[in-house]
T-cell receptor, first 118, second 114 residues
Framework: DTEVTQTPKHLVMGMTNKKSLKCEQH?????MYWYKQKAKKPPELMFV???????INESVPSRFSPECPNSSLLNLHLHALQPEDSALYLC?????????????????FGEGSRLTVL | GQNIDQPTEMTATEGAIVQINCTYQ??????LFWYQQHAGEAPTFLSY????GLEEKGRFSSFLSRSKGYSYLLLKELQMKDSASYLC???????????????FGKGTKLSVKP
């Protein structure tokens, strides 16, 4: 199984809603990531979990709250979002943390959750 | 600072060869990756270079020169399905303490015409 699965694929929410994005991988990868991607832009790193511990938080607003319940799951809790937060949210995993060298840092991306905030 | 440059767009003809260049300046270097991203889809891994030279994988090859901070992705026998964005990314191992990060370029949108 070489897949990263994300749910939901599409999400429309109001600015007062609370929702969650979910990500799952069963490749035994020890690092998991959340990226945000706007149209015609490269992915922007939001959070990194390495061995289930939050190791990078790219100064993301607190209305985005990550959670890593176990080594296979990664959630992104959303609350009080703004219309400018509308984007494709990509989850990724890698065999080991980036910086460990070699192809262990190759990212496997999920298909993404396309979020629209009204 | 961190800077990765690649052309914004390129156009090529089916069956031809195209070379997508990438230059980088990063505080650390632990390898360079190329990813392919079709419109509306997630990026997928194409190649990895950490030593100077050419890595060949079927129709795709990737080259690295660390001294010049330069890489290219070479696509041969272009097919219509190769129309996609190609992202160059450098692994900086010292980004956040012991946790590295991938620094992405802005991507090159390749259009393959019949």
């Amino acid at each position: 199984d070489t897949e990263v699965t994300q749910t939901p694929k599409h999400l429309v929410m109001g600015m007062t809603n609370k929702k969650s994005l979910k990500c799952e991988q069963h490749m035994g990868h020890r690092a998991m990531y959340w990226y945000k991607q706007k149209a015609k832009k490269p992915p922007e790193l939001m959070f990194v979990y390495s061995y289930e511990k939050l190791s990078i938080n790219e100064s993301v607003p607190s209305r985005f709250s990550p959670e890593c319940p176990n080594s296979s799951l990664l959630n992104l809790h959303l609350h009080a979002l703004q219309p400018e937060d509308s984007a494709l949210y990509l989850c990724a995993s890698s065999q080991d943390r980036l910086g460990s060298g070699g192809t262990r840092g190759v990212l496997f991306f999920g298909e993404g959750s396309r979020l629209t905030v009204l | 600072g961190q800077n990765i440059d690649q052309p914004t767009e390129m156009t090529a003809t089916e069956g031809a060869i195209v070379q997508i260049n990438c230059t980088y300046q990063t505080s650390g270097f632990n390898g360079l990756f190329w990813y392919q991203q079709h419109a509306g889809e997630a990026p997928t891994f194409l190649s990895y270079n950490v030593l100077d030279g050419l890595e060949e994988k079927g129709r795709f090859s990737s080259f690295l020169s660390r001294s010049k901070g330069y890489s290219y992705l070479l696509l041969k026998e272009l097919q219509m399905k190769d129309s996609a964005s190609y992202l160059c990314a450098v692994e900086d191992p010292n980004y956040g303490g012991s946790q590295g990060n991938l620094i992405f370029g802005k991507g090159t949108k390749l259009s393959v015409k019949p």
